[in-house]
């Protein structure tokens, strides 16, 4: 393989990732394929010569006679001709063995572009075509920590600064995907207008599925065993239309890392180390918190609440009663275990 990157790197630098006559972008994102593809093709061809010198097509449409026959006609007006196969995943297996048989010697007057949602890389094809391109893997947002730093990177090509709160409020109120917070963050832009400071106000106008109660507040509360709090949180969510299995699956998630902590103590690692080293997932503003509720529920009280969770889920899943019934019980269980 030539060289496999990131999105965020090949759009610091495009140009050093150009050189290659092959360019894979591959990956679940398609905000990050979009993203690298148009970034791509802004340097390497102008607006004015795309109708000479640019072919674009999909896997599920060409053949790979098609795609050839582009790849060795000499460029009209740009300096290299271009093609786009989107859907490189849908293309048929004998037309990807051709794509390889000229991976091995690709033109130097074309660049071909191969997008995919998902690239089996254990394919012979796939491993040609890699070994003479640059290889750009698009995933999704995996946690909160993969948002602040997305946004930290927008705010710094606006050249606009946002509060820390402001920060915290965003990544936490959005869900882990970059083309939903792409378009929130377009609106908290138009909003602020020629403000070179977004507030915490700001944000919290703009996304507008805020809630008094959200999941970050029933976490802390059970965390911290606040039996109010964390009941009046639930109903608050409850009124506010949240959805039962979501709320079950991220307190899944919750006590999963309550468990790996208290796992690793057991392990007789301390707590800075945990910190440190065994908390990627969690946004590091919050990692003290983890540690603390970890005190609150041990390894048994963990299983227990597990075991609540799995039961709510198949009752939610299977009896005919009211969410809010079987949730305000679970979360009594849980404060109780």
Known sequence: MAESIQPDKFLLNPKKYLNYPIIVVSGEDAYYRDLTLDSALKRLIAPENREFDYFLCYGEDVRAEEVLVQLEMIPFMNDVRVTVLKNFDSLRTEDKNSLAKYAENPSLSSKLILT???????????????????????????????????????????????????????????????????????????????????????????????????????????????????????ESMLENGENAIMIITMLTGFFTVLWKINALRRGHIGFKEIKESHLKNVFWKYRDDYIKFSSNYKLKSLRKCFGILYRTDFSLKSLNVKENILLELMLLDILNS
């Open 116 to 234: 995919a949602n998902k690239l089996d890389q254990r394919l012979n094809s796939i491993k040609s075509i890699l070994k003479n391109a640059v290889h750009i893997t698009c995933k999704s947002a995996y946690n909160v920590g993969d948002i602040v730093k997305w946004l930290k990177q927008r705010l710094v090509a606006e050249k606009i600064t946002m509060e820390p709160k402001a920060v915290d409020f965003f990544s936490n109120m959005t869900d882990l995907d970059y083309l939903e917070a792409e378009n929130t963050f377009q609106k908290i832009l138009i909003h602020a207008g020629d403000s070179q400071m977004i507030h915490l106000e700001d944000v919290k106008e703009c996304l507008g599925h805020f809630k008094a109660g959200t999941i970050f507040e029933l976490q802390n509360a059970i965390g911290n065993r606040a039996k109010k709090k964390a009941v009046l949180t639930l």
